[in-house]
């Protein structure tokens, strides 16, 4: 009666608000072109326009629909129901529904439609209900950058998502303390499952699992096994899931994830035994069946799906797309990780295969028909029995017979063979239902945690609402629970509504709305459908039939329930969402669940301990939770499953009850949680990506509770604004003197309001906000757009108005040019036709003078023609005469000539001969006197002056005149024996002639043959001419042609070095990009090495940090009620130790760095850059070495062909020999020098110990030191000298002799003539010692001379000087060789100077090619390669001496450790007093003299060192001092222990201090000037141990005092590389401190302060935020502030010395990470995308780019990071209508993504009616012109994402010497040395 009574209330109310809205429609009328929508058959709804008024009283609307179409819309005049207006154009594509100026069914359709296919947003408000249409396509909208940007944002800020629910949920949980709930409903396929996975993700990502385990991943482990076991193919999804489930997330204190927990809510089981047309059974049967023929189940007996009953009852067994046996493996592998043993899935899998055999038993009809029986042989039943381990027989039996006990007696009746096959499917469908709970309880198993849980946040993943054709028991259950969950949704819905009124102060009425609790109490109010349902059930004869009459008898007048016309069996309930019919067939079977006590008594003795635990009594019943003590904020949640009674009792619970309980509990849970909700649509029934149906859109719509809540907010206020967003939207509608006053903006809104709308009710005053009511919104939009348009007509007007004048003016002056224009060619035209008159007149004058002259010249050719011929008659007449009488004359000369020269030649031979008989007379005279003189030994001495010369030219000649000697001796011989024996022949022939004929005839026949031979001879030479003369001209042919070819060649060279150079040209514009590109794509590698590198380190860090916080967390688990501290000791960094203490050995030459590498390990070795580029360098080395080595030995190779195989074995055997010789000689030359030095030993020894018994002063000790080193100094240099002189020596004498023994017996067995030993062949070194033995061999060799004269006296004196000339000769052959040797290493020299000038000159054509800035950047790398190289040779070099050193080191402090001991024996004091009191007073005078920039330390001082230093030290102490004081302070500490050789004070020292900075550094972990300090002191410490380290490389800016500064004894190149991570620490901490200060403030001051006044448009109209998503004290931040502390930033490091380079990339990395949060929430946010925000970012962005001006930071590279943000605000400012302007968008869009374009594209939203939207078409052409970019899909920018730290060495020019120390520090302990 309430219901009815309240219903008739409602329509009241409902039909009096509709007859206001018509009366004040029909005063006013509606007006042309006002938009409406109309109902529609298949759209559901269409917009048309009014194309003529609508008066009161009209019967019909005329209407114009979108496709042009007129029609005339009938109104029925009882109802007057005019059609819903529609909203704006500005008002479509809202985030929230509530937005919607005017709130009804079509205009939610229509925005859901827009935001779904144009926009493609799948996510959209509804208030608190959260609409998600599935896409049916996988969206990048779910990485973790997008749940970065939603974390900790309000909700409402960012466009709606599922993050945005989870978001909102957290923080509620963490703010108020209250478990949160979110429900995920809809229909099957819309999607639910998947929500509810990002819902849990985001909690993981979010709320962080704990340290035990990660409970998000396990709840995604169990997705595959609840699917195989829970999900089935139904006619709407292939995988619908047929069971609900409750998801408990637990959270501890700090709201980390610690467990979680399932609970599921009424398995369909009647779909294991029977599934409808086109559907499956439990994908978990199909997955077993393909995987039959794996080897561990064939004992399952498994065979195809379709030889299953229960497994093709549907039809198709197989799903398209569906791999069964890869879901299989899934589903085991799922099984594994969650903890299920491999015995436990085999026996899973076992009951699973026995539940297929059951159906396929085959069941026997006996003939009475009451009873039925099982074949003996029935193979299926065998299977089943021995699968689930119980007795054949029994199994067999009870079967298909049943006990019936009554008070008296025990019955046994058997069962007909319907009656079996009910017991038989009863009984597979609780051996199911059992193996399902038991999976579900071990998968809470492995999700429980043992930490206490704090609070919870639940996700709901439940059934919607079903209707299907034929609706059973199933479906009615679901649509129960869905009618229970849309009562509570309703009531929370309206208490939201309600409290925003009360907070905000509004005066409020009750707003009545749909309640659903008439339905309920129809369904389980006591003798409702349920429990009669139960009460039929518990009657022995009970049917459906019965049942469904005692619905109607009881229910019939009930306004929810109605009894079909055609049926009997069947009822209809009306539900909240539509009328649905139910087939009472089954219904009782299904509710009782009925299974026999004798069956499970059997399962429950089966062999199998699995098996008969799922049937035990103990798992049967499960007993309810205790509640909470008191009336506590949290409950108890009790078990999902109701306690259950043993089977065999009579008053077992219904499936119904059961239902009832659990639903109660559920419902228990959720009024206990602050509800979200998330309403899944199915857009399509095709399953088609971005397809939208709106007939199934509008049911589910209507069905899920969206409309309700668009009502309920309708029936209030809806619209709501904030006075400043109204303030600002609306302002244009105010006078300026309104808007001039300083009066607060609440009043200036209420002086507006109260003008514009007169009516009271239409509006009400909040405390922060302005309620409207429904369509007040879209009457303002409608003033402002009238008031705009005014002003657009005004100023259109004067426009035109100023164009017109403009026209005028261009028109009249246009008017004047072309008069004056015209004129002008009037008098051109004049002047042209007097001038050409003119020319005229010229032309004819000319052409007749030329005509004349022509003529004139003809005559004047013709009379000289005639003259030249007769002139030149007479003078060849001349000519012949005077030619005649020369050749007479010339005859004459000749033969004057002859005469005179026979004459000449005849007196000229009687004077030679006189001229020759009186030389030989002379010349014997003066021979003589040489012969005289020769004698005398003067004349040897002055023979001897020049005698070299001499030698040469006297040897050349002797060597002519033997050859010509030799050769005419030849020739002689030769000549006289062919004469010889021609005369032998002659005188042969002669005489056989004369025997033949007589003399005269011999004669005349020799005549005759000479004639001939002459004849011949003659012939010959004519031949022989004409032969010559042939090859003559042959010869000139061919050097033509030569000639010509090599024209030819040379022409083909000069074009082919043309092409060469165009082709070189051409390729070098190529060359040089792919150099660029390479040189880029190298430095991204480089990039992305130092970044994974990094990464490594930061990673390193975190699990540092991690494993710190568990070893506090076990000190205070296991620590005692009393307080226990660790010791002092104790660091968090023990695994530092694990690098080597000191290399104390410096890294020599490059077998010393091989073996270093070998020793310390690759791993290590590999992060020393300066060993790699020393090994790199060594290879080059080598590699030339093997290049040059191997040129010689080819050339070797080239001379060793030429001697012959006998001289190869000479010279091996002379190799060997040589060989022997020297290891001998050098053996001996050691043992000798090992002697000498042993004596020099004793002597200085000696001369040690007298001056030590002479003077024990310190300064004498030093002396006697220092001569001893400069004596083993000088001793060891000329013993080195020495020793390579004499082996060399005696190497080459042994070698020279055996030579020449071996030469002289081959000359001994050749028998070759003795000839001049120089003369043949090239002098060898070996000459050189020949010469030393000279004097020997002179005897041996004066008789070759003998035959030069008689007295051999030349011959002596030519021998004597013959050695001479042959060591001077063997010198000059050295020399030769050396020179050679040189000459060819300069060619080498040369060709490597060559080939890299080569490489210079094509790098500076490549550099040239480059930008001004790349070659800067260019030449700066090549510098940089050069002077790494100089400084590794010369860090060689210096490496090689110090090698040397350190042995002459060492061996200095064995001889002063024997001096010490001397003098320790010999000085006798008190030990231990007198040294002390010697060392004190030492230190005293070196003080005193001059501070060497070291400071002294006891070991056990090293903690209060580190303490008052580091741990205790504030950046205020030590600011008035120098930067990084604490850094130098530690390396002068260092620098001490290394000058005392102390390896061990070293290692201790660098421990402690980066222990103590981490456990600063840790301690104030959010103190960011705390961080910077120890960054930029450990900086200064790493480039302190570089600049003193000794290494060529770090020194070059040293001055003289800081050389004398560096370390000595030890190589810490391992620290510095300790050093160098520890710095990426602190800097990668320095940043994220820096970052958290910065990134609340980003989005409010870059995207929403609007320093620009007056041009921001304001957020879009009606914009809503959930009232408990927003702070009471939300912090609104301007771009002063992020400029002011970036201020504080800079002014910070710059003033705590961090270098500059640093700062740089610090402001660098800061600035990314504005970009980054300013874009990607940008690409959240809706109401941001618009034209005057993007005008309004550029300015903002303009101003940073003005502080990195101010700063002088801008060569850092931070203007670049913000490109896509800049990007991204021009693109919110260019045109988007035509293809000119998207090919723009791609040319200017070049750092945003192609997702990033077209969602920015997508959100763009018009802030006033003039502007555009983006037309679907534009955005389509962007995708088009972008699909040729190869880029990944990115969304979102990782804001995390941290660029790799550079630390450039940056020396200091301050010595150690001039720091000071000041007292404050404590550090009094610390003694300048």
């Known amino acids: 009666m309430a219901w009815s009574v309240w219903r008739d209330a409602s329509a009241a109310l409902t039909k009096i608000a509709s007859m206001h809205k018509i009366i004040r429609r029909l005063r006013k009328g509606v007006k042309k072109y006002t938009r409406v929508w109309i109902p529609d058959q298949e759209e559901v709804w269409k917009s048309a326009e009014i194309i003529k008024d609508y008066k009161e009283g009209d019967k019909t609307l005329h209407l114009k629909l979108e496709d042009e179409t007129i029609l005339a819309y009938p109104i029925d005049a009882k109802a007057n129901k005019l059609p819903f207006l529609r909203n704006p154009d500005i008002l479509v594509g809202e985030n929230d529904l509530t937005a919607l100026s005017y709130l009804h069914e079509p205009a939610v359709l229509h925005n859901l439609k827009v935001r779904f296919l144009e926009s493609n947003h799948i996510y959209t408000y509804c208030g608190i209900v959260l609409v998600a249409i599935n896409p049916y396509e996988q969206l990048p909208i779910y990485g973790q950058d997008v749940i970065y940007a939603y974390s900790g944002q309000n909700m409402g800020d960012m466009d709606p998502h599922i993050f945005a629910v989870a978001e909102e949920a957290y923080k509620q949980m963490a703010r108020d303390e209250k478990n949160q709930s979110i429900i995920v409903s809809g229909e099957s396929g819309a999607g639910k499952t998947v929500s509810a996975k990002y819902a849990m993700r985001y909690f993981a990502s979010v709320g962080g699992s704990s340290s035990e385990t990660n409970i998000e991943e396990k709840v995604l482990a169990s997705s595959p096994i609840m699917e195989a076991i829970g999900n089935a193919k139904t006619t709407r999804n292939d995988n619908s899931s047929r069971f609900g489930k409750y998801i408990q997330i637990g959270f501890d204190k700090r709201y980390h994830i610690i467990g979680a927990n399932m609970r599921t809510y009424l398995l369909e089981k009647s779909r294991v035994v029977f599934q409808a047309d086109d559907e499956r059974n439990y994908h978990i049967f199909y997955q077993l069946c393909a995987s039959a023929s794996l080897p561990e189940f064939k004992e399952l007996s498994l065979m195809s799906a379709e030889n299953f009953l229960y497994t093709c009852l549907g039809g198709d067994t197989s799903i398209e797309g569906v791999d069964d046996a890869d879901d299989f493996e899934k589903t085991r592998h799922a099984f594994t990780l969650l903890g299920v043993k491999d015995s436990h899935q085999l026996a899973i899998f076992k009951i699973l295969a026995a539940i297929l055999h059951l159906g396929n038993v085959d069941l026997q009809s006996e ?211 539509d009328k649905v019919e139910y087939q009472c067939d089954g219904f009782l079977e299904k509710n009782r669940d009925t299974v026999h006590e004798e069956q499970i008594n059997i399962l429950k003795a089966s062999k199998y301990p699995m098996v008969a635990d799922l049937f035990h009594d103990g798992k049967d019943s499960a007993p309810a939770a205790a509640t909470g003590k008191g009336a506590s904020s949290k409950i108890s949640i009790r078990s999902a499953r109701p306690p259950v009674k043993a089977a065999n009792k009579e008053h077992k619970k219904t499936v119904g009850h059961q239902f009832r309980n659990s639903l109660h509990l559920l419902m228990e849970t959720l009024n206990a949680t602050t509800p979200h909700y998330v309403r899944c649509i199915k857009p399509n029934d095709e399953k088609l990506p971005f397809s939208f149906d709106p007939k199934r859109a509008v049911q589910q719509l209507r069905a899920c509770g969206v409309l309700e809540t668009i009502r309920i907010s309708a029936a209030g206020y809806p619209s709501r604004w904030t006075y400043h967003d109204f303030f600002n939207r609306y302002r244009i509608l105010m006078k300026k003197k309104d808007t001039s006053k300083k009066e607060d903006r609440k009043v200036i809104c209420k002086m507006l309001l109260e003008s514009l709308i007169k009516d009271p009710d239409k509006f009400q005053f909040g405390r922060t906000k302005i309620f409207f009511r429904a369509g007040q919104v879209a009457y303002l939009e409608k003033l402002r757009a009238d008031k705009f348009r005014a002003a657009t007509i005004m100023i259109q007007k004067t426009v035109r108005g100023w164009l017109q004048k403009a026209k005028y003016r261009k028109m009249k002056k246009a008017a004047l040019e072309i008069q004056r224009y015209t004129r002008g060619h009037l008098a051109r035209r004049l002047a042209d036709r007097l001038r050409k008159t003119r020319a005229a007149i010229v032309l004819q004058k000319q052409y007749r003078m030329l005509r004349i002259r022509r003529a004139y010249q003809a005559i004047h050719r013709a009379a000289i023609t005639i003259q030249a011929f007769t002139r030149g008659m007479f003078v060849r ?230 494993y710190d916080n568990l070893r506090d967390e076990m000190a205070i688990i296991k620590q005692t009620p009393g307080h226990r501290r660790n010791p002092s000791n104790q660091s968090s960094l023990e695994s530092d130790s694990n690098y080597p203490s000191i290399s104390t050995s410096e890294v020599g030459d490059t077998e010393d760095a091989i073996q270093q590498v070998e020793e310390v390990g690759m791993e ?60 001998s000689l050098k053996r001996q030359e050691l043992e000798s020098e090992n002697k000498k030095l042993k004596n020099d030993l004793n002597e200085l020894r000696k001369a040690i110990v007298d001056r030590v018994a002479q003077n024990n002063s310190s300064n004498d000790l030093h002396d006697s030191y220092s001569l001893l080193l400069n004596q083993l100094k000088s001793a060891n240099e000329e013993l080195e000298v020495r020793k390579e002189e004499v082996l060399i020596l005696r190497t080459q004498i042994i070698k020279a002799a055996q030579q020449k023994d071996a030469g002289r017996n081959m000359e001994s067995n050749s028998n070759m003539q003795t000839s001049w030993p120089n003369s043949d062949k090239h002098v060898d070194p070996e000459d050189a010692i020949e010469a030393y033995h000279g004097v020997c061999q002179t005897n041996r060799k004066t008789e070759d001379w003998g035959y030069l004269n008689e007295d051999g006296e030349l011959g002596l004196a030519y021998q004597g ?113 007198r040294q002390h009191e010697l060392n004190r007073q030492v230190t005293v005078q070196r003080k005193e003299k001059d501070f060497q920039g070291m400071l002294e330390y006891c070991k056990e001082d090293e903690p209060l060192l580190v303490k008052n230093l580091i741990t205790d030290l504030k950046p205020q102490m030590v600011s008035a001092t120098v930067p990084c004081l604490p850094a130098y302070i530690l390396y002068m500490c260092i620098r001490h222990a290394d000058y005392s050789n102390d390896d061990h004070k070293v290692h201790s020292l660098l421990t402690s201090t980066i222990n103590g900075i981490k456990k600063v550094l840790k301690k104030h972990h959010d103190d960011f000037e705390m961080t910077s300090f120890w960054l930029a002191n450990t900086c200064r410490l790493l480039h302190c141990l570089k600049q003193y380290s000794g290494d060529t490389g770090f020194m070059t800016q040293n001055t003289v005092k800081q050389n004398e500064h560096c370390l000595k004894n030890f190589d810490l190149t391992e620290y510095r590389q300790i050093l160098s991570d520890l710095s990426i620490q602190i800097y990668q901490q320095l940043i994220k401190i820096a970052e958290g200060v910065l990134q609340p403030m980003i989005v409010t001051a870059v995207l929403e302060n609007e320093s620009i006044q007056g041009l921001s448009g304001v957020k879009p109209m009606g914009y809503r935020k959930r009232t408990s998503s927003m702070g009471d004290n939300d912090n609104f931040y301007t771009l002063e502030a992020i400029t002011r502390q970036l201020n504080t930033f800079h002014s910070v490091m710059y003033d705590q010395g961090l270098d500059p380079e640093i700062i740089q990339q610090a402001v660098k990395q800061l600035f990314y990470m504005i970009n980054a949060v300013a874009l990607n929430n940008l690409l959240l946010r809706k109401d941001v995308c618009s034209w005057s925000t993007g005008m309004q970012v550029r300015f903002n962005i303009s101003q940073l780019e003005e502080w990195l001006r101010g700063k002088n930071l801008q060569q850092s590279g931070a203007a670049k990071t913000m490109e896509p943000l800049i990007q991204a605000a021009q693109l919110l400012q260019l045109k988007k209508k035509t293809s000119e302007d998207a090919e723009a968008i791609c040319s200017l869009c070049t750092a945003l993504t192609t997702q990033q374009i077209v969602k920015i594209l997508n959100l763009y939203t018009p802030v006033n009616e003039f502007e555009e939207r983006v037309t679907v078409a534009f955005i389509r052409n962007i995708q088009a012109n972008l699909q040729e970019r190869n880029e990944p899909p990115q969304l979102l920018l990782d804001f995390k994402f941290m660029f790799p730290v550079l630390f450039p060495f940056n020396p200091s020019s301050l010595t150690m010497d001039s720091i000071h120390i000041p007292a404050s520090l404590g550090l009094e302990f610390l003694n300048r040395v």
């Open 1361 to 1473: 000087l013959k050695q001479v000339a042959r060591l001077l000769e063997a010198q000059l052959q050295d020399q030769r060789k050396e020179h050679e040797e040189e000459v060819e290493t300069l060619k080498e020299q040369m060709g490597t100077l060559r080939e890299e000038m080569e490489k210079q000159q094509e790098v500076f054509f490549q550099t040239l090619q480059l930008s001004p800035e790349a070659q800067v950047e260019f030449g700066i790398q090549q510098e940089i390669m050069r002077l790494t190289s100089e400084n590794l040779d010369l860090k060689e070099l210096l490496e090689k001496l110090k090698k040397n050193e350190s042995k002459l080191k060492k061996q200095l402090k064995i001889y002063m450790k024997k001096v010490q001991d001397y003098e320790a024996d010999q000085v006798v004091v008190q030990t231990e007093k």
């Open 877 to 1106: 007449k001349t000519y012949r005469k005077m030619l005649m009488e020369h050749k007479a004359t010339i005859i004459q000369k000749h033969a004057r000539a002859w005469l005179t020269r026979r004459h000449f030649v005849r007196f000229r031979s009687a004077a030679v001969v006189i001229q020759c008989y009186f030389r030989r007379m002379k010349a014997k005279q003066e021979l003589k006197a040489l012969k005289i003189e020769a004698r005398s030994a003067e004349h040897l001495k002055r023979l001897n002056i020049g005698m070299e010369n001499k030698v040469v030219q006297l040897q050349r000649k002797i060597d002519e005149q033997n050859k010509e000697y030799k050769l005419l001796n030849e020739q002689f011989s030769t000549a006289a024996t062919s004469h010889s024996t021609e005369i032998e022949k002659l005188k042969k022939e002669l005489q056989r002639y004369q025997r033949k004929k007589g003399d005269a005839n011999q004669l005349a026949s020799l005549q005759e043959e000479i004639d001939s031979l002459r004849l011949a001879l003659e012939k010959a030479h004519g031949e022989r001419k004409i032969v010559e003369d042939t090859y003559t001209k042959e010869k000139d042919v061919l050097r033509k042609r030569i000639t010509d070819l090599e024209e030819e060649n040379a022409l083909l060279k000069q074009e082919k070095e043309e092409l060469n150079n165009k082709i070189l040209c051409q390729s070098e514009d190529e060359f040089a990009q792919n150099a660029a590109e390479e040189n880029l794509l190298t430095k991204k590698e480089l990039e992305e090495e130092r970044v994974r590198y990094q990464n490594l380190v930061q990673e390193y860090s975190r699990l540092e940090q991690r």
């Open 367 to 577: 003939r009475d028909g009451e009873s039925s029986s099982i074949s003996k042989q029935d193979e299926h039943l065998h299977n089943f029995c021995r699968l689930l381990g119980v007795e054949h027989s029994q199994m067999e039996h009870w079967l298909c017979h049943r006990k019936l006990v009554t008070t008296s007696e025990t019955y046994i009746k058997n069962m007909s063979v319907q009656q079996v096959v009910n017991a038989r499917n009863a009984l597979a469908k609780h051996i199911y239902a059992q193996l399902f709970n038991w999976i579900v309880q071990h998968i809470n198993k492995a999700l429980h945690t043992t930490v206490k849980q704090h609070s919870f946040i639940g996700v709901l993943d439940i059934y919607g609402f079903e209707t299907f054709e034929v609706n059973s028991f199933e479906q009615f259950c679901i649509n129960y629970a869905n009618e229970k969950l849309q009562q509570q949704f309703n009531s929370h819905v309206f208490k939201l509504e309600q409290e925003e009124y009360m907070k905000e102060q509004i005066p409020w009425t009750l707003i009545d709305f749909y309640d659903n609790q008439p339905c309920i109490d129809l369904i389980e109010a006591k003798l409702g459908i349920l429990d009669l349902l139960d009460e039929e059930c518990k009657v022995p004869k009970g049917t459906d039939q019965n049942w469904a009459q005692k619905l109607y008898d009881r229910h019939g007048s009930s306004q929810h329930f109605q009894k079909p016309r055609m049926s009997n069996i069947s009822f209809i309930v009306v539900h909240f969402a």
């Open 1164 to 1223: 290590k070795a590999a992060m020393d850059m300066t060993l790699f580029l020393k090994l790199q360098k060594r290879v080059r080395e080598l590699e030339q070495e093997r290049k040059k080595l191997q040129s010689q030995l080819e050339k070797r190779e080239n001379e060793s062909k030429k001697p012959q195989v006998i001289e190869m074995k000479n010279e091996m055997d002379l190799d060997r020999d040589t060989d022997l010789a020297y290891n």
